[in-house]
């Protein structure tokens, strides 16, 4: 036999015992040709052209799971950013875009779609000032769409009135879902360096050098880990990266299989595999419990940001040496209201909001699912925003924000999302101003090492 | 599928009805008749309503190959019953493996799924069926998920 017992055992174990999961299959699909001076045709020919190519998304890659014996989470669009899509309509009506995607993402049956989007790192148009203000009410009136805004880059530097801007956008739009905790703000994410072919939520959209339409596939798997870390006992580091090293290109070749078979199937070129360990609230799928396994206490202890570094770096490497095709974020996730061991970490006070972001100069993302008191003022969210940012730019890296300033919750209380969104504590903010830094608005250079020619 | 190629395959089907020595304007006809009719159904292929590829071909898997897995509580007939479903669906065995470590029983077996009777989804759901009243559990797999995950 070409495989031993072991390899085959280990197989059925990281399926039916930890978690592993391709966490997604996103379908990219571009929307450009869709472009009119008339909206309601806009919004015509966006659903026509999405039911072309992904009207046999969802049973293919159930097929593809079901064969392969490897459960595939969720299956998701991602599209060209719609702030450009809708640019040339005399009546920019994005709301009624918004719908029209939403009931599309509906029919075809995803679970999400990303790419209620707009690049505006080194400034708006007039498009994209009406983006902004139909933001709130269209994150509102959707259910599976998900927006994402890109304020800064390492080449062109970080647009801060853009960001004071999104300090006032997320508490309307958290205002406008206070029904649901805020939920929308949870739909919604901030980039600096943000990637073109992301297929995870809610950062995903389609950008402007990608083809027709692409197959792109997150693998996620931090409960076989997690796993391995355990099973490798009392080794030194260089040792446990190893080990990490080893699983991360397991997981990345399940992945790769899956999403060229997906593509095959679906005539559509595949893109990239996103190698994150993207955890969910169950216990045995946590990014938390990794870093207990490494000899943390809880997540936020001194020796977390080291041990999530070389958590994050060993992800990369393993899947590097898996595939020529490995694209984008991956890494480590570390949102708090999706894990349950960051649930409780910042709970019993041993993960504070400053710790956090320490943790997101080496993780794959930023500060994630992270919820603040309702009242916070929208300059100190801008001011959260522009140093997540300056993360990024600094260190060339992408960071996101996805932050929930919950209506009418304090410090301590508990915030439910329900599903994979999780629940989370409300964490505290420093309340020290920094509104005058904030007014003060325009665009902080490029650093130095954007000038790369 | 574009126009030519549809109509290329009215004129053999018409071809294929009235034999090599039809009249060669009747068919023409024909062909242009049934066309015209068809059309309207075949809707707007113009960008962006459309996609060009082919979405009703559903191309098989790269593999022809799985590998099922058994495990549970050694019993008679576990062998039995998984090969006379295989036998059944018209997949040979490539290779078989079987232990039985603690009364424990573990069977891997190679299956070739060329021939294969039904889809494999219906295998599956067969081969689960027979292994849950035998109180055994039964994994099918792609075996190119193995070669992925296990070999360089």
């Known amino acids: ?453 | 599928m574009n126009d030519e190629e549809i109509i290329y395959q009215i004129t053999r089907a018409v071809y294929r009805k009235l034999g090599q020595f039809a009249d060669r304007s009747l068919v023409e006809d024909l062909v242009t008749d049934i066309f015209r009719s068809i059309q309207p159904a075949l809707g707007d292929i113009s960008p962006p309503s459309i996609p060009t590829t082919d979405l009703t071909a559903t191309p098989g898997s790269s593999s022809n190959r799985a590998v099922i897995s058994i495990f549970g509580q050694d019993g008679p007939g576990i062998m039995a019953a998984v090969t006379h479903v295989l036998a059944e669906a018209r997949c040979s065995i490539v290779d078989i493996n079987q232990t039985v470590l603690r009364g424990k029983f573990a069977m891997l077996l190679v299956a070739d799924l060329s021939n294969l009777n039904g889809t494999l989804a219906d295998l599956q759901l067969r081969l689960k069926t027979e292994a849950s009243h035998l109180g055994v559990r039964a994994f099918v797999q792609r075996e190119d998920l193995f070669h992925s995950m296990h070999r360089v």
């Open chain 1, 1 to 453: 036999m070409d495989y031993s017992i072991y390899e085959i055992l280990q197989t059925i174990r990281m399926t039916e015992m930890e978690n592993l999961d391709i966490r997604t299959v996103t379908m990219g699909v571009s929307l450009t040709d869709c472009a009119d001076r008339d909206i309601n045709r806009v919004c015509d020919n966006v659903q026509k052209k999405l039911l072309g190519y992904a009207a046999k998304l969802v049973p293919t890659v159930n097929e593809i799971s079901a064969e392969y014996g490897i459960p595939v989470a969720n299956k998701r669009l991602s599209v060209t950013p719609l702030a450009q899509v809708g640019a040339a309509c005399e009546n920019r009506d994005y709301v009624k875009l918004a719908r029209a995607v939403d009931a599309v993402a509906q029919e075809i049956g995803v679970d999400f779609v990303g790419g209620f989007s707009a690049l505006v790192h080194k400034g708006t148009t007039k498009a994209e000032d009406a983006y902004f203000e139909a933001l709130p009410e269209a994150l509102a009136v959707t259910n599976r769409l998900c927006g994402s805004v890109s304020v800064a880059t390492t080449r062109v530097g970080i647009n801060m009135d853009a960001i004071k801007r999104l300090g006032h956008t997320l508490r309307e739009m958290a205002a406008k879902t206070a029904h649901k905790q805020g939920l929308g703000c949870a739909k919604f994410v901030i980039f600096a360096n943000p990637v073109e072919d992301n297929p995870f939520m809610a950062g995903a959209f389609f950008g402007a050098g990608e083809p027709e339409v692409t197959v792109n596939v997150g693998v996620s798997g931090p409960g076989v880990v997690a796993h391995a870390v355990k099973q490798a006992g009392d080794c030194d580091l260089g040792e446990l990266a190893e080990v990490i090293k080893r699983m991360a290109f397991k997981i990345t070749r399940a992945g790769e299989l899956i999403g060229r078979e997906a593509a095959k199937r679906l005539n559509a070129p595949f893109g990239i595999i996103d190698l994150s360990l993207a955890p969910t609230p169950l216990v045995g799928d946590s990014v938390g419990e990794i870093l207990q396994y490494m000899g943390l206490e809880f997540p936020g202890a001194h020796g977390s940001t080291a041990a999530l570094a070389l958590l994050t770096d060993a992800v990369k490497k393993g899947g590097v040496m898996a595939s020529s095709y490995v694209g984008g974020l991956s890494g480590a996730f570390i949102p708090v209201s999706e894990d349950h061991v960051m649930i409780t970490a910042a709970h019993n006070g041993a993960l504070t909001f400053d710790k956090l972001e320490a943790m997101t100069s080496v993780c794959s993302v930023g500060l994630d699912m992270v919820v603040i008191p309702g009242d916070t003022p929208p300059e100190t969210i801008s001011g959260i925003i522009a140093d997540e940012v300056a993360i990024g730019v600094m260190n060339s890296k992408t960071t996101a924000i996805r932050i929930i300033p919950a209506p009418g919750k304090k410090v301590g209380e508990m915030v439910e999302f329900g599903g994979l969104l999780g629940r989370a504590p409300v964490m505290a903010v420093n309340t020290f101003k920094c509104a005058d830094f904030i007014r003060r608005g325009g665009r902080i250079p490029a650093p130095i090492q954007g000038l790369r020619n």
